[in-house]
């Protein structure tokens, strides 16, 4: 069969700031959350590599944009760092930073790659993490202070925007979960900084509409279906309320432009829910999206809880269920993740039916392979298994498309393996590897294939 997509379809890759540009001690670039993190506790990241060693693109940025017009993108995003931007947060802009984002910009522009810019992937400035990051509302301002530079330095040439990645890892990392700084386990706090994100992506939205600049502007979110285990109603209730969490939060004020009733009900309950203040309403509505980001790895399977919560416990989302492990999934044993296919379909057939079909794109999807280094064959690393999830995740984009999905792209992550976080480089997910040593770059079988893909906008199979 022919798989064949939308004429101007956009293929490429993901990245961002902290996770590629290493130099993050130089170019004038202030503190952010994860070099004062390292600084304290370097145990918390993989083999203790720190963002320090992030794979140079802010030294090798053309050579790398060289090698992405090498495999056919004809888009790739990436993020600005707020604190390389404006060191302290607030005030006097990096002039050393306007110069290598406008190099990258226009670099990426003279390829014929259509540059995707992020304003905030996980890499909360030091100084306003001190002040209370997203919990004190001085620090959302001063988000949309920078959003606002953005714009006015960059967004001439910048036409697809996204005030944040994946707003909910912080919400979860840094608040419930124990994998971002600062570590707290507080779900009224948690849902504090996600409220505020939501407001904070709202001002970024009315002010970018305010400068009437010609481009659209959006939020990338990891949607992740909560496929109950049966149909069974404690279990149905279950996987509502993991959507209403997990996904709605972040997904019903970015499209709709309100928050879903059954959540605001559900932490009022539970007495978790946020200072609301006079105009929150009002602004909220303001930041209705012009397109959607999709990032999507696997899906969520859950069941209704079989033993009765301590209540003496911290209030968690685990409170109303529990992860189910569905007999026969499949997984990618390299990361310890599901791999179901479907769900991309899913979450497009969703947007579609229940969401105005909004304009979107998969943002990311991909897979990471732990010691992906016993693949390396004759110099080339051999990951079959990628093309294929890749492969099988475009046929269910294709048919979603076909159906009358609005999506209108598909990036990988990632470009060249990078560093991720706490994992570093556990778990490798790039069309090209990275020797850490040396730090040269070699296009893997799947950067290969994929070159041929987007050229030919398409793929038989
Ligand atoms: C996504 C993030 C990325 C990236 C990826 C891989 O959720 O947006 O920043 O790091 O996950 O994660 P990991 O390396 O933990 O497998």
Redesign the pocket.
């Known amino acids: 069969m022919k798989y064949q997509f939308p004429q101007h379809f956009y293929w490429g890759s993901?990245a961002?700031a902290t996770?590629t540009e290493g130099a993050a001690f130089s170019g004038g670039k202030g503190e952010n959350i994860w070099d004062h993190w390292f600084k304290s506790e370097p145990n918390r990241f993989h083999q203790g590599v720190s963002a320090t060693d992030a794979s140079t693109f802010y030294e090798h940025f053309r050579s790398d944009i060289q090698l992405m017009k090498d495999i056919n993108h004809n888009s790739f995003r990436t993020s600005i760092s707020w604190a390389r931007l404006i060191p302290d947060g607030t005030g006097d802009v990096n002039p050393e930073a306007v110069d290598f984002y406008n190099q990258v910009i226009d670099t990426l522009i003279e390829q014929g790659i259509e540059p995707f810019i992020c304003l905030f992937?996980?890499d909360m400035p030091m100084k306003m993490q001190a002040l209370g990051g997203f919990e004190n509302r001085y620090v959302l301002q001063a988000y949309a202070d920078y959003a606002e530079t953005c714009f006015r330095l960059f967004g001439d040439r910048v036409k697809h925007w996204f005030t944040f990645?994946?707003p909910i890892?912080p919400v979860e990392g840094g608040y419930l979960y124990d994998f971002h700084y600062p570590n707290v386990l507080d779900f009224r706090r948690a849902a504090t900084v996600a409220y505020h994100t939501v407001l904070a992506h709202a001002m970024a939205v009315s002010k970018y509409r305010e400068l009437k600049l010609n481009g659209k502007i959006g939020i990338?979110l990891?949607l992740t279906p909560s496929y109950p285990r049966s149909q069974h109603q404690a279990d149905l209730e279950a996987s509502n309320i993991c959507d209403l969490m997990f996904n709605r939060s972040f997904l019903d004020p970015a499209i709709r432009g309100e928050y879903p009733q059954q959540l605001v009900a559900l932490l009022k309950q539970y007495g978790q829910l946020p200072d609301i203040h006079d105009g929150d309403r009002e602004l909220i509505a303001q930041g209705k999206i012009d397109l959607l980001g999709i990032?999507y790895?696997q899906p969520r399977r859950v069941k209704a809880r079989l033993s009765a919560v301590n209540p003496n416990a911290p209030f968690v989302p685990e409170w109303f269920f529990e992860p189910y492990e569905m007999p026969g999934r499949k997984m990618n044993p390299h990361?310890g993740?599901e791999i179901y296919e479907k769900g991309i379909y899913d979450i497009l057939t969703n947007l579609r039916e229940h969401y105005g079909n909004i304009p979107c794109y998969i943002s990311?999807n991909?897979m990471?392979v732990e010691g992906e280094e016993k693949f390396l064959k004759d110099g080339q690393i051999q990951d079959d298994y990628r093309i294929d999830f890749i492969r099988e995740h475009l046929k269910w984009i294709h048919r979603a498309i076909e159906e009358g999905s609005a999506c209108f792209g598909y990036h990988l992550?990632?470009f060249i393996d990078?560093w991720?976080?706490?994992?570093a480089y556990?778990?490798r997910?790039g069309f090209y590897r990275l020797d850490l040593a040396t730090q040269q770059r070699s296009l893997k079988k799947s950067g290969e294939w994929f070159a041929q893909i987007s050229e030919a906008n398409g793929f038989d199979d």
């Open positions: 993901a961002s996770q992937h996980f990645n994946e890892v990338v990891n990032n790895y990361r993740w990311e991909g990471g992550w990632t990078n991720s976080w706490c994992n556990k778990n997910y």
